[in-house]
């Protein structure tokens, strides 16, 4: 559900987003009824269709997410700075390890 839920809500992970749900649903109907229409009825079910109405579902919701960016919570980002730290010491000769 971790991946569903970050999928369909909007910024804050907590918000459920009507547009993306909507799309959601629509994309999955849309294709069940394609796999239910080439089950039943093989001879009529054509793909170029289907892609052309799986496009427009998927613009449309690409289009509304757009659009209500504005109006979706903000997500707060902290920005730590690095601490500085100091070199290490510097290593010895490196030798090949059979040296005495």
Do not use: C, Y
């Amino acid at each position: 559900m971790g991946i569903l839920k970050t999928m369909l809500t909007s910024r804050d992970n907590e918000t459920w987003d009507v547009v993306r749900v909507g799309t959601f649903a629509g994309t999955v109907g849309l294709l069940v009824g394609s796999a239910v229409a080439l089950a039943l009825h093989w001879w009529n079910w054509n793909p170029v269709e289907l892609g052309g109405a799986l496009a427009a579902l998927l613009g449309g919701g690409g289009a509304g997410v757009g659009m209500k960016v504005k109006d979706e919570p903000s997500q707060v980002v902290q920005v730590v700075a690095p601490t500085p730290t100091t070199p290490a010491a510097p290593l010895g000769p490196i030798g090949t390890g059979g040296e005495p």
